[in-house]
């Protein structure tokens, strides 16, 4: 299964939780006791080790705040 | 020993034609994910050069300042008899209205019907959230029966104000349309759809086919009144049984 990490812009996030519904993996929350310069909460990732860099939250966010990258392993045996 | 090596791939990331501006949409509004899709089609046809946008009246009235293309701003309901204009004058360009239910079935009803029985060359972008959005909620030609609005308190009344119009089947009865298509953007599922969607609708253009039409029914989360995930939860169970999804016409 391929690895990666979702990278979201907190001050682009508009706190609409979108994402969080959408994450297969259910990694997403919204942060809890900060906030963006808009002042609201924005969502996070808390355990990147289990996302797969599937899209889906990049995907369904109407504020491109989010960007997925992939983990390629290249080499070895 | 070989050792692994492990690169860092982006793979998904702002499209080159959508601005690199905060939108000015609600949060969990569906606009944001439309203009997405329309500039990843763009990028991905690699028309941005050529294309134009026709920007409506309603909340996506700012449209052109986060699509990176030329753009033209219609008077309310118009953006089809512009577009016709620019298409005819310009055929080498992908021309784009891009138009509420307001605007597209109530003040603009006259030139939606008759660009599409004309069969203009362009693609119409049919964003759907069953309210007006911009004014603040009031009762839209695609509202539901018995939905409430600002002007439609009690819900809305068909005897008094008329069914919701399905804009689809309406284009349907004619016969110049060339693409005609119903999406959503309330799942990742039906977003990929719906880029499915516009890629053929625009593809169409380049190709010098003829109309295309493409509805997406989009989360209004301020005019609904509901938290963003309700609103997918509401238009799910409510607007699809009344505007089923799917593909209505593709010559
Ligand atoms: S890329 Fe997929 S798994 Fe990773 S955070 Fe986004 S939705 Fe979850
Ligand atoms: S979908 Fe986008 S705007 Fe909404 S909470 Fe997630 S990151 Fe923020
Ligand atoms: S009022 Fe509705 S359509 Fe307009 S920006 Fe807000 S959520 Fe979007």
Not at chain 2, 86 to 94: A, C, E, G, I, Q
Not at chain 2, 213 to 239: D, H, K, N, Q, Y
Request: charged share 20%; with cysteine; glycine share 8%.
């Amino acid at each position: 299964m391929s690895r990666g990490r979702a990278e979201i812009d907190r001050e682009r996030c508009k706190g609409c939780t979108l994402c969080i519904g959408a994450c297969p993996e259910k990694i997403l929350a919204m942060s809890r006791d900060s906030f963006n310069r808009q002042g609201v909460p924005y969502a996070e990732c808390f355990d990147e080790s289990r996302c797969t860099a599937c899209m889906s939250c990049a995907i369904i966010c109407p504020d491109m705040a989010i960007r997925i990258i992939r983990l390629v392993t290249i080499g070895g045996e | 020993m070989p050792v692994d090596t492990v690169q860092e791939k982006v793979v998904y990331e702002r499209p080159r034609s959508l601005a690199d501006v905060p939108n000015h949409y609600c949060p969990g509004c569906g606009h944001g994910i439309i203009h997405k899709l329309l500039a990843q089609c763009i990028d991905e046809l690699g028309i941005q050069e050529s294309t134009i946008l026709v920007a409506p009246v309603g909340c996506s009235v700012l449209a052109y300042n986060y699509l990176r293309v030329d753009g033209c701003e219609a008077a309310h309901g118009r953006a089809p008899a512009v577009a016709t204009g620019l298409k005819r004058v310009h055929p080498d360009t992908t021309v784009i209205s891009y138009q509420g239910d307001g605007d597209l079935l109530a003040i603009g009803t006259a030139e939606t019907i008759h660009a599409a029985n004309r069969g203009e060359k362009i693609t119409v972008i049919f964003v759907n959230n069953a309210i007006y959005g911009m004014t603040g909620g009031q009762m839209a030609p695609t509202s539901l029966q018995a939905q409430k609005t600002k002007t439609s308190p009690y819900g809305r009344n068909p005897a008094d104000v008329g069914f919701p119009i399905r804009a689809c089947e309406l284009l349907n009865t004619l016969q110049a349309p060339v693409f005609i298509e119903r999406c959503a953007v309330s799942s990742v599922k039906t977003i990929l759809k719906a880029k499915r969607a516009i890629m053929k609708g625009l593809r169409n253009q380049v190709e010098g086919k003829g109309y295309s039409f493409i509805e997406i029914l989009s989360m209004c989360p301020t005019g609904w009144g509901m938290e963003p995930r309700e609103a997918v939860s509401w238009m799910e169970a409510e607007m699809v049984p009344v505007f089923p999804l799917g593909n209505l016409r593709d010559r």
